[in-house]
């Protein structure tokens, strides 16, 4: 694949070293990474420190690259015991105890083992044509627009609905629906959160009828392969819903976010050159993660993490943006540098790394390279109002990017 260093030469002004993305406090500099919760916007001194979540309860923190890479693979350190509605809690809205990313030990290896089993890479490298039609399309409907366009509502956020809807095998017919469903589901707006519970029920009721459809008339999707799973007795009938779900949530909004943060991290600094398009993804995924925390991992027994006493019940929190950020370990700038870096943690590490990043890693190659390869002089449009930063705990992003060519 082309490097989109050629497309986008002359865009953006020159990249600013890793440090110069950082106030000398130590905080992120806002007008780059966008607004956070105060807990993660304070200076970061400590590898492991005590904050308070906008619940009122308190977490411990790690920024520290190590540290919270040993943490995430800490099984001392429980999903399972997060869910529990006497743990600490970081916000309203958290995930049910029977989904994937909830378990721990012999149920989330079988579960993660089933998943991974019918998640092949041969399924996911045969959207790559689905991607880019679809993206070719929106990118039609764009340059009909003219410039001025938003690339969040016209871009970023339909074309990993397409992924998903055709990994899954949900039908041409039905994607009005089940758009507007997971699109709701992800209203972070105080309505949108009044409201969420009916979109739940809402996409738990159209997964089970597809389901059944998958079960009379299966398919070369993933939904079909999970379904012939469930049929040999590996999984329950709640355990496949839950799983169809699992995958949608973590796979919609994280990826249609990381998409925008990639855009604006190009138009801001340009490309810069040395590496193939492989590895300018995982340096965007690196630099600006659109999930900026982990999620809480209670302790099961009290242990020592970075020098703090962690106590069991006391909740732990892992900031994937400060771990990504860390200068001890990512030294040098962009991705100019011919060294080896070490993996970053936008996807996780662990038992619990995201399943989708291979198809995640493909929509990033072909959208920016699309993107590119059709709007050459692709830039930021003037005014405050071409970029709005979105405001949220778990995910963070844009909710607007205007663009010129």
């Known amino acids: 694949m082309e490097e989109l260093r050629e497309l986008t030469e002359g865009a953006g002004t020159a990249a600013p070293s890793e440090q110069e993305s950082l106030t000398m406090s130590g905080t992120f500099d806002h007008h780059r990474i966008g607004p956070l919760p105060s807990f993660l916007a304070a200076p970061s001194g400590e590898a492991v420190k005590r904050v308070r979540m906008p619940t009122g309860d308190h977490m411990w923190l790690v920024t520290d690259y190590a540290v919270g890479r040993a943490a995430l693979a800490d099984t001392r350190l429980s999903r399972a015991a997060a869910t529990h509605p006497d743990a600490p809690k970081w916000g309203s809205v958290d995930l049910s105890p029977n989904s994937i990313m909830s378990l721990d030990g012999a149920d989330h290896a079988r579960l993660r ?9 041969a399924r996911v490298t045969a959207q790559a044509a689905v991607i880019e039609e679809a993206a070719g399309a929106l990118l039609d409907q764009l340059q009909v627009a003219g410039p001025g366009a938003d690339l969040v509502s016209g871009y970023t956020s339909p074309l990993p609905m397409v992924a998903l809807s055709s990994l899954l095998g949900v039908p041409v017919a039905d994607r009005p629906v089940f758009d507007a469903a997971v699109t709701a589901l992800f209203d972070m707006t105080p309505r949108g959160v009044r409201r969420r519970g009916r ?3 809402t996409l738990i009721k159209y997964m089970s009828s597809l389901i059944e459809r998958k079960r009379d008339v299966p398919g070369q999707d993933l939904l079909s392969a999970l379904v012939q799973v469930e049929q040999s007795g590996e999984i329950s009938r709640t355990e496949l819903i839950n799983l169809g779900l699992a995958l949608l949530m973590a796979g919609y909004e994280t990826t249609a976010h990381q998409l925008s943060l990639a855009i604006l991290e190009l138009l801001t600094d340009g490309a810069p050159g040395g590496k193939s398009m492989e590895a300018l993804v995982e340096e965007l995924l690196r630099k600006t993660p659109s999930t900026p925390i982990s999620f809480p991992r209670v302790a099961n027994e009290d242990l020592v993490l970075g020098g703090a006493t962690v106590r069991q019940g006391e909740a732990v929190i892992v900031s994937l943006l400060h771990c990504n950020h860390d200068t001890e370990v990512f030294r040098t700038s962009g991705v100019s540098s011919n060294a080896r870096r070490p993996a970053h943690l ?10 989708g990043a291979p198809l995640v890693l493909l929509q990033m190659k072909i959208a920016l390279t699309l993107l590119w390869q059709r709007f050459p002089g692709l830039r930021l449009a003037p005014g405050d109002g071409a970029l709005v930063w979105r405001e949220g705990l778990a995910t963070r992003g844009v909710s607007r990017l205007v663009v010129e060519w």
Request: aromatic fraction near 10%; glycine fraction near 14%.
């Open 346 to 355: 936008t996807f996780g590490h662990g038992a619990h790394r995201c399943l």
């Open 113 to 121: 083992r089933v998943a991974g089993a019918a998640f092949t890479s």
């Open 199 to 201: 979109h739940v029920l």
